[in-house]
């Protein structure tokens, strides 16, 4: 498990438990000029020593209807890795949840088609 994606997959899949060792979760909020920020941090621990922070801002004032995915701000941080293991890349930010999905799609399908530095073609 040396791609990122397969950590930010786990992070955000309540059926994990069986990779995810420990999770530390921070939320608050806070308001300025009327507007609330909510911002939430989560250190998660693998079974394998791998530790991600997942950060995730947003506002919690915004509801525009006409807008599919509203904006908020999620970062993925490798904060320690095994000597062994060279996950890549080591940070990713995303500007909504819609682009994080599109990204973990994309990362899989990436994944299934190149095997021992090979295009697999189906």
Request: with cysteine; hydrophobic share 35%; net charge negative.
């Amino acid at each position: 498990m040396n791609n990122l994606f397969t950590y930010v997959s786990a992070i955000n899949d309540s059926d994990a438990g069986e990779f995810v060792v420990e999770r530390k979760r921070v939320e608050e909020s806070e308001e300025h000029d009327g507007i609330i920020t909510y911002y939430s941090e989560q250190i998660v621990k693998f079974k394998n020593g791998v530790i991600i922070k997942q950060c995730v801002e947003k506002d919690a004032n915004f509801s525009h209807p006409e807008v599919v995915c509203e904006e908020c701000f999620i970062n993925y941080d490798v904060l320690f890795e095994p000597d062994n293991y060279d996950i890549t890349p080591k940070q990713k930010n995303f500007i909504n949840h819609c682009q994080e999905i599109f990204w973990l799609k994309i990362s899989a399908v990436q994944s299934t088609q190149y095997r021992d530095g090979y295009l697999c073609i189906k």
